[in-house]
């Protein structure tokens, strides 16, 4: 099987440029079948668009899409994202021939919000990279001197360049705590107006895993969540969890991290700065088994009926949208 996998989002700081180079490197491991790095699927026989911004409305050969998750569709007026492309992009979506979602709870969304059908939808779940581990302490000790780290410290983890209402770090920001709060990820001038916190900005995945061993806890405060990896990450890293308690947090952690009250930050930070070591383990869902789940996905996409390929065959070109 020849697949044609967008790997554009793979310089992406964020979760789906995780997704991307940790799915990618463990389909090549598998060696199943030929990885062509492209988002022009011309030759090949399944296209895999990893982020709903790669995917074609008329694809010239089967089309899986990754979706990660509805926040837009669920929460219009929260999100600036509208107008032709943003609907262009969900079109795409549903004229895939098969959607992989990280949880349930992404899958239930995609059934509610864009009509699909339960049987084109494969649940995947993701994992935390190799990388991720305990550091030692001479680890943990040069990333607190590099980033002018205090010794005791609660953890947020995730992109900041632009405000996400979901995620409340404004309001976390402002919640009562006796802890430094260290926030970790790529910044714009909005987060360093934040009152009170830490910013390390973006940092390389070897530093921010000796940044999880040294957390305290990691604070989540997501009131709504895909998958929620951060969390998984810092399991991975011996760091216990403090989260709020939304669906697919429940479904990936529970019994794991300890879930709060989604309205009550002050009380998630209170329950972070209680939390002592050792942390549970992390789910054993790996890497290697989301590869094999994608790689029967791909089987399944080349041999669906041609009803569920969309016109791509009428198209004279293959284009993304946008």
Not at 144 to 151: K, T, V, Y
Not at 220 to 245: H, K, Q
Not at 278 to 300: F, I, L, Q
């Amino acid at each position: 099987m020849r697949v044609a996998f967008d790997s554009r989002p793979a310089k992406d700081t964020r979760g789906v440029g995780r997704y991307t180079r940790c799915l990618l490197a463990a389909l090549r491991e598998s060696d199943q079948g030929e990885i062509v790095e492209s988002h022009q699927p011309r030759g090949c026989d399944v296209f895999h668009a990893p982020w709903i911004e790669g995917a074609m409305l008329r694809s010239p050969v089967p089309m899986v899409v990754t979706l990660h998750d509805l926040f837009p569709l669920k929460r219009r007026g929260e999100y600036l994202r509208s107008g032709l492309r943003f609907k262009l992009r969900y079109l795409a979506v549903q004229r895939s021939v098969r959607v992989i979602v990280p949880t349930q709870v992404v899958a239930d969304d995609a059934i509610q919000e864009l009509g699909l059908p339960a049987e084109r939808l494969a649940v995947i779940p993701e994992a935390a990279a190799p990388l991720f581990y305990q550091r030692p302490q001479a680890e943990v000790e040069e990333v607190r001197e590099r980033f002018a780290l205090p010794d005791r410290y609660l953890l947020w983890v995730g992109g900041m360049r632009t405000p996400d209402p979901r995620k409340r770090l404004a309001a976390l920001a402002r919640a009562k705590r006796s802890m430094p709060l260290v926030l970790v990820g790529a910044t714009a001038r909005w987060a360093r107006e934040l009152p009170h916190v830490v910013l390390t900005g973006a940092v390389g995945d070897h530093e921010l895993a000796a940044i999880y061993t040294g957390a305290h806890a990691l604070v989540f405060p997501s009131d709504d969540e895909g998958f929620g990896l951060p969390p998984v990450e810092a399991l991975a890293c011996g760091t216990p969890v403090a989260a709020c308690d939304v669906p697919a947090l429940r479904e990936v952690l529970e019994g794991r991290v300890t879930l709060c009250d989604i309205e009550d930050l002050d009380g998630l930070i209170a329950c972070a700065e209680s939390l002592a070591r050792p942390a549970a383990p992390p789910p054993a869902w790996s890497w290697g088994d989301a590869a094999a789940a994608t790689w029967e996905v791909y089987a399944e996409a080349v041999a669906a009926t041609p009803r569920w390929r969309g016109p791509g065959r009428r198209s004279r070109a293959a284009r993304p949208v946008g």
